[in-house]
């Protein structure tokens, strides 16, 4: 069985199957509506969704499963206190498969301690987005056509941006891409991606403070939302919240064949007058993301009986000397073993939220 908590909890060549199916499916609707006839899959969403929890619930009924689950935790036992670890173990009785998307960092890592059916992860708090990222994967090929050989804008809160976090991962496997970080300082990449990822698998990258120097170099700008919601502290939100906005002047400065992604929602980071720009993709990108989440489902039910499918062994080391100092993660809210992982430079990290770990 394997779960998708983590991008690179699938490999490169599974990345690349799932990306060819979904396009199959987009090729071949009819030959698909079945495939899923008597399969169920539980959307468990902790956290706010419009887009990720309906293209799950599309995607499972197009492939002519059942939905069940919630999406406001406050209806749910967990009101009463129940643990997610409690929560999956029930869930996991009524269905074959499980989404959950949590304000929590680790919580559906943490759920896979427990569950006998696969577990998505549908976002957890700052931290990773792998269906949004096969969704960007998907677009990406769709409009360029290819992954390797690319020039990458990411662009707003690469902070708190799950997307971004994840996308960078999945990317760090393919040839030949550039990443070019447009950001404040106050939002600037996490460290561990930038040094993790980019360095330990040779990915150039650069950081910049403003769109124009850069749009004429780009194939893709991926632009995100400030995400009000992670920050702590109000003042710093109101001076970042404008920082970035794309209009019809800068994209006069872009390339003629390059694309706009953007996970949405999107608050005023992109003016509406882009939307007729025939490189604006966002749109087209949600779709996507039904059509792969398709592809996914069919794949991670196949592999809910194959041993070989597993998810990629981590050197765990459980220290008591260890803490995660991240008040956001799981092991700090809810009782779970503490797990950490030896990362690049001889640096702990906890297991659940890539954060360093204090010793
Ligand atoms: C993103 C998310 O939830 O992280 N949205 C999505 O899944 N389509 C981006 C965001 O909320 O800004």
């Known amino acids: 069985m394997k779960h998708l908590i983590d991008p690179t909890d699938l490999t490169r060549q599974e990345t690349d199957e799932i990306v060819a199916l979904a396009q199959d499916i987009i090729a071949n609707r009819a030959k698909y509506s079945e495939v899923c006839k008597g399969k169920k899959l539980a959307t468990l969403f902790y956290e706010p969704s419009t887009r990720t929890r309906l293209s799950f619930t599309a995607a499972m009924m197009e492939l002519g499963g059942n939905v069940l689950g919630f999406s406001d935790a406050n209806s749910s036992s967990v ?6 670890e409690d929560t999956v173990r029930v869930v996991g009785c009524f269905a074959d498969i499980i989404a959950m998307r949590h304000h929590i960092e680790g919580a559906p890592l943490a759920a896979t301690n427990v569950s006998r059916v696969p577990i998505i992860n549908a976002g957890d708090g700052s931290h990773a987005h792998p269906t949004q990222t096969l969704t960007d994967l998907l677009t990406i090929t769709r409009e360029l056509g290819h992954l390797d050989n690319l020039t990458i804008g990411f662009c707003g809160d690469l902070r708190f941006g799950r997307t971004v ?3 960078i991962k999945a990317l760090s496997r393919y040839e030949n891409v550039k990443i070019v970080l ?3 300082d106050e939002l600037r990449l996490p460290d561990y991606i930038k040094h993790d990822i980019c360095d330990r698998n040779g990915m150039e990258y650069c950081e910049v403070t403003s769109i124009e120097e850069v749009m004429g170099e780009l194939d893709i700008l991926y632009m995100t939302r400030v995400q009000k919601e992670r920050f702590l502290d109000e003042e710093e939100f109101d001076r970042v919240k404008d920082c970035f906005v794309l209009d019809a002047e800068k994209m006069a400065l872009a390339k003629e064949k390059m694309a706009v992604l953007h996970p949405l929602p999107r608050v005023n980071e992109i003016l509406k007058e882009v939307d007729a720009d025939p490189r604006a993709a966002y749109f ?3 779709e996507n993301g039904k059509f792969v989440r398709m592809a996914l489902i069919c794949r991670l039910l196949e592999w809910a009986n194959d041993d070989s499918k597993q998810n990629k062994g981590h050197d765990v080391v459980e220290n008591a000397d260890l803490a995660c100092p991240n008040r956001k993660c799981i092991c700090n809210c809810e009782n779970v073993d503490k797990k950490f992982h030896l990362a690049e430079g001889g640096i702990y990290r ?5 954060t360093k770990a204090r010793q």
């Open 165 to 167: 976090h994840s996308l």
């Open 79 to 84: 009101s009463k206190g129940e643990t997610v």
């Open 182 to 184: 447009i950001a404040p």
């Open 284 to 286: 087209r990108q949600v």
């Open 350 to 354: 906890c297991l659940y939220c890539d």
